[in-house]
């Protein structure tokens, strides 16, 4: 049950925001989130787990994660529709976007820590995150939110800020 936990979250139901495309904007954590739209949550109950974030993205991408300490919050800044190919989804934000960065910035989630991926032994981009384990109800201990930013010349970026980069899929997780 505790292998199945996260899969039946991650596969609930969410609202659909920045939608993860394989070869351009998707990430992974500890295999789970493929093609998923932002929101999505897992679990891995009371933490001591590491955390392997993945990206699945163009040749020579350079990928930054975005963590926050709440969860997700949807279509906090909006974006314009990108060109990248294959074609990113639109967005629930509006039918002129297929890009929003979903990740809470209310001062109680605590700063916005930005990490760059490397290339693992893989040979695909990724970030290792050891958690410590947690005490108390599983999955209600601790939350950590993360979205990745990947320069591309095919993105946009967001209205507010724009640029050379799409945004991924963020993925809620719990402890």
């Given at each position: 049950?505790?292998?199945?936990?996260?899969?039946?979250?991650?596969?609930a139901?969410?609202?659909?925001?920045?939608?993860?495309?394989?070869?351009i904007?998707d990430?992974?954590?500890?295999?789970?989130?493929?093609?998923?739209?932002?929101?999505?949550?897992?679990?891995?109950p009371?933490?001591?787990?590491?955390?392997?974030?993945?990206?699945?993205?163009?040749a020579?991408?350079?990928?930054?994660?975005?963590?926050?300490?709440?969860?997700?919050?949807?279509?906090?800044?909006?974006?314009?529709?990108?060109?990248?190919?294959?074609?990113?989804?639109?967005?629930?934000?509006?039918?002129?976007?297929?890009?929003s960065?979903?990740?809470?910035l209310?001062?109680?989630?605590?700063?916005?820590?930005?990490l760059?991926?490397?290339?693992?032994?893989?040979?695909?981009?990724?970030?290792?995150?050891?958690?410590?384990?947690?005490?108390?109800?599983?999955?209600?201990?601790?939350?950590?939110?993360?979205?990745?930013?990947v320069?591309?010349?095919?993105?946009?970026g967001?209205?507010?800020?724009?640029?050379?980069?799409?945004?991924?899929?963020?993925?809620?997780?719990?402890?």
């Amino acid at each position: 049950m505790r292998r199945l936990l996260p899969t039946l979250l991650l596969a609930a139901a969410t609202v659909a925001q920045t939608t993860g495309v394989p070869g351009i904007n998707d990430l992974e954590v500890n295999g789970f989130g493929s093609g998923s739209t932002s929101c999505a949550t897992t679990c891995f109950p009371n933490g001591n787990v590491t955390l392997n974030y993945t990206a699945n993205v163009p040749a020579g991408a350079f990928v930054i994660v975005l963590f926050t300490f709440c969860p997700c919050a949807t279509c906090q800044l909006p974006g314009p529709t990108n060109s990248c190919l294959p074609a990113i989804p639109t967005t629930a934000c509006g039918f002129t976007t297929n890009q929003s960065f979903d990740l809470d910035l209310n001062a109680a989630c605590g700063p916005l820590v930005a990490l760059p991926m490397g290339v693992n032994s893989n040979g695909v981009l990724g970030l290792s995150m050891p958690i410590p384990g947690f005490t108390g109800l599983p999955c209600t201990n601790a939350v950590l939110t993360a979205q990745a930013i990947v320069v591309d010349p095919c993105g946009l970026g967001l209205f507010a800020l724009p640029g050379p980069f799409v945004f991924t899929q963020a993925i809620t997780t719990w402890f």
